[in-house]
């Protein structure tokens, strides 16, 4: 049993034979104690304050009391207003480090058939220009995010929307028509999705070029986008599409073939995957039948123009449109109908979406539709809302070619990697080796430094700080993983085990390397209710840290005393363990050697 559960155990005790009260042992949260008190772990007395008739202080004195009486692995205690501060007898950390050992899984939940089915939606990228920095950023918070909520014990379905139709589909098979060539990903020596993007920035800049003309001719700017031929060929294909005209459909299917396997081949490098896509040219008009047959039932109206309306005024948002007047569908209407599919597909308890904070109003208004059409789960649903990346030089955009590729930015990192271990100059590899570990650490650089900051907030990547082996960076915590692995195994070369150290008393810093790591369960907790895999990035560099000063200050393999020593490589070898669980759930390799 864990050190909390023993102490919540003993605190319900406690509390029943002082006061009378029942409390379940399950909730009493023990938390570590913060640096500036005396303490191991911290229980919150306020709830037993009234039925105790006492206050505060004289509570946890109370219960403080009772604990170094009764409980033999608290040893003394303070109080702090409702705070009880426990030190624990440092023998007990001992026994906290052989459980933490035998545990499989540590950390994690078990999954059950009857465990809640969340489905995370996560990518949803345009089949008219590659992935960027913008699309790594969510792929990464979304597979972390189902690992992590997998690692709390839930079942879970990764899944992607892809945008597949629409005008800007359409602009780019339109530059292909025009300018192409009969170019292709062969041909070229391009992966699809790129040559695909070049002719986006293609219809873009002859776009832009007969607007200048038009205007030069006296136009409004509004007038030009009117009669822009460009834009008027670009809608009639969009027509045709609409209206399944075989040679536009085929060309469709073609330029979105070389897409997806360019798409493909950027997730396998990122090491990211899905368990069902869908895509919108499916999933539009099984938007339009959920949206007629809410009107039918008087969720929504229509107006006198034909168009279909939701009037949300009474949650305190406005009518929303979700047929347009010559019947065709808006992104909302898409969202309903991938909403009913996915519903059809699978039994899902919750839904999360993981979208830009530029969309949070959709899915307020999305939210209140689903409800409303009789999901059960639409009310519920969770925006996990992002914050924009950028690079120190600024915004990305699409249309003008201006963004970071995914693809680029993953050999640039790599690039970074090899040139960092060139003048580190360690090592004895062969050029095979060097190169995965090039990669691994390239890719581990990329994948930290982006899930490390709060989810929710804006954030700048700088390639070049994220690949620095000092500070909270993926390379450091990899490197501290490797060094570990090396201790351990040359104390396998030595004869030396794991293994008689029952009886040593752990110093002050092994001591607090235990708690540390007897903290993980309750993170990856967290971490999963609270949606940020920013919580497991900081607790993993923040143990890493912690060994660090542990390793500086204290010898392993020179131990004399056999015992000792056996605890320090258990110790070891349990924040290696944890080191690569936590990297696991971010999507993170370790490296075995550095």
Known sequence: MSIDNIIAQAVARAVKELYGVETDPASIVPQTTKKEFEGNLTVVVFPWVKAARKSPEAVGTEIGNWLVDNEPAVNRFNVIKGFLNIVIEPGYFTSMLRHIAETPDYGFKKTTDESPLVMVEYSSPNTNKPLHLGHVRNNLLGYSLSRILSACGN?????????????????????????????????????????????????????????????????????????????????????RWEQKDPEVRKLWEMMNNWVYAGFDETYKRLGVDFDKIYYESNTYLEGKDKVLEGLEKGIMYR????????????????????????????????????????????????????????????????????????????????????????LPEGKMKSREGTVVDADDLMDEMIQGAREVSAERGKGDFTPEESEEIARIVGMGALKYFLLKVDPRKNMTFNPKESIDFNGNTGPFIQYTYARIR?????????????????????????????????????????????????????YVYDLVKEYNQFYHDYSILNEPDASVRALRLALSAEVARVVKSGMSLLGIEVPERM
């Open 155 to 239: 079942r879970v379905v990764k899944t992607n929307i892809v945008n597949d139709r629409g005008i800007h589909i359409c602009k780019s098979m339109l530059a292909w028509k025009k300018w192409g060539d009969g170019a292709t990903p062969e041909s070229t020596g391009k992966k699809g999705d790129h040559l695909i993007g070049d002719f986006y920035v293609l219809f873009d800049k002859h776009y832009k070029a007969e607007l200048k003309e038009l205007i030069g001719k006296g136009l409004s700017e509004e007038e030009a986008e009117k009669q822009s031929p460009l834009m008027l060929e670009a809608r009639e294909m969009l027509r």
């Open 303 to 390: 107006k006198d123009d034909g168009s279909v309306w939701a009037d949300l005024t009474d949650a305190g948002l406005d009518h929303k449109l979700l047929l347009r007047s010559d019947g065709t569908s808006v992104y909302m209407t898409q969202d309903i109908g991938t909403a009913k599919l996915r519903y059809q597909d699978f039994p899902i308890d919750k839904m999360i979406y993981v979208v830009g904070n530029e969309q949070n109003y959709h899915f307020q208004v999305l939210s209140l539709l689903l409800d409303r059409l009789g999901f059960k789960w639409g009310k519920d649903l969770v925006h996990f809302s992002y914050g924009m990346v950028e």
């Open 486 to 538: 090396s201790v351990l195994r040359k104390a396998a070369d030595a004869g030396y085990k794991a293994e008689g150290y029952e009886a040593v008393v752990p110093n002050e810093k092994e001591i607090s390397l235990i708690q540390h790591l007897a903290d993980y369960p309750s993170v990856v907790a967290e971490a999963g209710r609270s949606y940020s895999p920013a919580l497991i990035a900081n």
